[in-house]
């Protein structure tokens, strides 16, 4: 039986909060919560301001709900069919700087980025190399 | 595909010393890629995960990492031979050195080791814009960070807007946004560059 999600698109991983590298100057992000071991998201609308900077619209991915800081979105790999429950703690993918990318696994294929994970969360879905990945997005 | 309680048996066992890599490939492949069950979520969304740690690494004693988080958090990670480690590339276990950053993934075990099951060392996956490109590599601006991305034969390969991952980095653009994703050279304001992701 197919499953149905809300959103539909590619989904990533980012770090935040205390972290090494380059990841050193991210900070915890726009609700000032996010740290890469917790199970956490960027989500692209949050705010008037982050949906200037992310414009998924711009990319014909229209709807995405306004939800603030500490909303619970669950996340699919399309991959895998393996799901993680997070929360919001920061604005973003940039959906606008890769309009039209894809991320496929076999025959699974999805279009723009809708969604951002820490790292903690990330490696319950999947493996950090992957980078980007098909996913489905429904309320947490 | 092995089941999740089976990984979380086999692990352990592995960090106790009880099993080993004969064991574990008795039991079917332990890749990254067959980690992800659909167990039970155990932290709730928004809290850590015990089951995950990031840090650098500040000792080893044989298979034993001492790892400092980034937020003072102490961890101790024991690699096993069914622990797969990436560093720009899949590798061994002999390749987690001092001053390494890292995230892990495993099973925290009663004594509080985490017995992991996967190893990313150095590994960023950065939004950045292309500056310049040379034969060696790039130069990328990461929020306002000078990031070089060194090319690495046989290794970097770009992926463009989705298509499967090839070394022809012709296509790629002064002034576009790409994903990086690369191994950080520690101590340093460079990376080696395992894949570019670019849209149209």
Aim: hydrophobic share 40%; proline share 4%.
């Amino acid at each position: 039986m197919d499953v149905m999600y809300g959103l539909v698109g590619e989904a990533s991983w980012f770090c935040c909060g205390n972290a090494w590298g380059p990841c050193a100057s991210t900070g915890t992000g726009a609700c000032g919560t996010c740290h890469s071991g917790n199970f956490q998201h960027a989500w692209t609308n949050t705010s008037d301001a982050c949906y200037a900077i992310t414009r998924p619209d711009n990319c014909g991915v229209t709807g995405v709900s306004r939800r603030g800081c500490g909303f619970r979105h669950a996340t699919t790999n399309l991959c895998n069919g393996s799901r993680v429950v997070t929360s919001i703690a920061d604005c973003g993918p940039r959906t606008r700087s890769f309009c039209g990318e894809r991320a496929c696994c076999g025959g699974t294929c999805a279009s723009n980025r809708v969604i951002d994970l820490t790292p903690a969360a990330f490696t319950r879905i999947a493996s950090l190399n992957a980078g980007l990945i098909p996913a489905g997005i429904d309320v947490g | 595909m092995t089941s999740t309680m089976d990984r979380r048996a086999l692990l352990t066992r592995a960090a106790l010393g009880a099993t080993g890599l004969v064991a574990a490939s008795a039991m079917g492949s332990l890749a990254p890629e067959a980690a992800f069950a659909t167990s039970a979520q155990a932290p709730d969304p928004g809290a850590p995960d015990p089951n995950f740690a990031e840090g650098l690494i500040t000792g080893r004693n044989q298979d034993l990492l001492q790892v400092k988080g980034s937020d003072g958090r102490l961890h101790k990670i024991q690699l096993t031979g069914v622990t797969s480690i990436w560093k720009l590339r899949p590798t061994t276990i002999d390749q987690a050195m001092i001053g390494d950053g890292l995230y892990a993934r495993g099973v925290k075990l009663p004594n509080g080791v985490l017995a992991a099951e996967s190893v990313w060392l150095n590994i960023v996956n950065l939004d950045v814009m292309i500056n310049s490109i040379s034969r060696t590599g790039l130069n990328l601006d990461h929020f306002g960070q000078k990031i070089f991305g060194h090319v690495q034969e046989g290794v970097t390969a770009a992926a463009y807007n989705g298509t499967p991952a090839i070394s022809d980095l012709s296509l790629l653009k002064v002034g576009r946004h790409v994903q990086v994703i690369g191994a950080w050279r520690p101590g340093t304001s460079e990376i080696d560059i395992a894949t570019i992701y670019a849209a149209n």
